[in-house]
């Protein structure tokens, strides 16, 4: 039987399953849920110290389903949600609430806020008293936040992002994640610059910035308030391709410039199999947000029983033993071309019957195998 647990960060968790942030850790009655159904650990929705400048719209989810009618599959999730609009304080009491109930359990604080040191410092010193386990720092919400120059914003801006990991790691005294936009060009980095600013690790992706659509019956895009729109946050199965490619670019520059630094992997999530492929791919842990949403937190134990399954299938004991194991895989689309044709190359050397290794020599065709390798 394969062993799921994993130590991330002197973090030891059950299983690599961790909730992202969002409205699956929204308050101290989920977080607790998340707990008893064997969630690895928790990542709360993001605080701030002042919850009175967030006030979210409703609706502000709209979803792409695909599929017959009556049966379709949602595929993707769109969100114009705020971060925590719940007071700081009553956040301060849930986290002590939550960690005298689950001492051992991982509970993370997700914290933004503007680009003011005093502001970041005092969020951490306020957390860890509290007795959270670590931090991730969200760098990542794409849509309202930015317009007060936080989320995204500082996600996209190296040298602002570079400067606020800094302040957080000189009071944090717990691990650190820097959890990165996707809506950036080289992921690579931004997170380059968590990691030399003394972050422990590296949290992708957070939603990719999108229009869901266009009523054609009223002409205007969804999710509609009061007639208008603002482009959000995709999430859901349809952006694991993105999610997978750019955890695989912040995987290979972590194993060349920054070894022994973690990963934890994020976007569209729902099978344990989508998590084997993100461990393949170099994630220490794999969070997992609108999955919960749409399954519900018994969704745990599905994802354990389908990672299970692989690793038993192939033989591997413990998730370090194939973690990272296909970045190999990847190379240069000029390598690829290369690579055909020398395949091109033996496959027709053998369909002449051309020796092309030592090995190949044989007794009986001995005379034939030298007379097709003289020139002419
Ligand atoms: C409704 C909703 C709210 C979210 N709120 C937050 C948030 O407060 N902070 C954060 O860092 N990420 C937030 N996220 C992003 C998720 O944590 C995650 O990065 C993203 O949705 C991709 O993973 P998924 O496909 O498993 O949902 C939110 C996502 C959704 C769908």
């Keep these: 039987m394969a062993d799921l647990s994993v130590t991330v960060d002197g973090l030891k968790m059950p299983n690599p399953f961790v909730i992202g942030s969002g409205p699956p850790g929204t308050n101290a009655n989920v977080i607790n849920k998340a707990f008893e ?9 993001t605080v701030s110290l002042d919850a009175s400048k967030v006030i979210n719209v409703a609706p502000r989810y709209a979803r792409m389903r695909v599929g017959p009618k009556g049966s379709e599959t949602i595929v993707g999730w769109q969100n114009i949600e705020l971060i925590s609009d719940r007071p700081f304080d009553t956040w301060i009491e849930e986290f002590k609430q939550v960690k005298q109930k689950y001492p051992d359990r991982i509970l993370i604080a997700s914290i933004m806020e503007e680009y003011n040191k ?20 969200n760098f990542s919400c794409p849509h309202g936040l930015p317009e007060r120059k936080m989320g995204a914003a500082m996600g996209q801006d190296c040298e602002v992002l570079g400067t606020v990991c800094g302040w957080v790691n000189s009071v944090s005294k717990k691990p650190v994640w820097a959890k990165m936009t996707p809506n950036i060009t080289h992921i690579e980095e931004p997170a380059r610059a968590a990691l030399r600013n ?32 603002t482009p959000g946050g995709y999430s859901c199965k349809a952006v694991r391709p993105i999610a997978l490619r750019m955890v695989m670019e912040c995987a290979k520059m972590i194993k060349t410039e920054f070894p022994g630094r973690s990963l934890s992997a994020i976007g569209g999530v729902e099978t344990g199999e989508d998590a084997a492929q993100f461990i393949l791919l170099g994630g220490n842990t794999v969070q997992v947000c609108t999955g919960v949403m749409i399954h519900g937190y018994g969704l745990v134990k599905e994802l354990c029983r389908g990672l299970s399954a692989f690793m038993d299938s192939k033989g591997f004991k413990t998730i370090d033993e194939f973690r990272g194991h296909s970045l190999q895989y990847f190379t240069t689309h000029h390598d690829l071309v290369q690579r055909q044709a020398s395949a091109k190359a033996l496959e027709k050397a053998a369909a002449e019957g051309r020796v092309t290794k030592d090995t190949q020599w044989t007794g009986e065709k001995f005379v034939e195998q030298s007379n097709k390798l003289v020139a002419n």
């Excluded at 159904?37 to 929705?45: C, F, H, L, N, S």
């Excluded at 939603?207 to 308030?225: A, N, Q, S, W, Y």
């Design 37 to 45: 159904e064997g969630w690895g650990a928790v990542i709360a929705k």
């Design 118 to 137: 005093d502001s970041w410092c005092e969020i951490v010193e306020r957390c860890q008293d509290a007795g959270v386990d670590a931090f991730e720092l």
């Design 198 to 229: 003394g972050c422990e690790g590296i949290a992708a992706i957070n939603t990719i910035l999108c229009v869901m659509g266009v009523d054609l019956k009223t002409l205007r895009p969804e999710p509609t308030v009061e007639g208008y729109t």
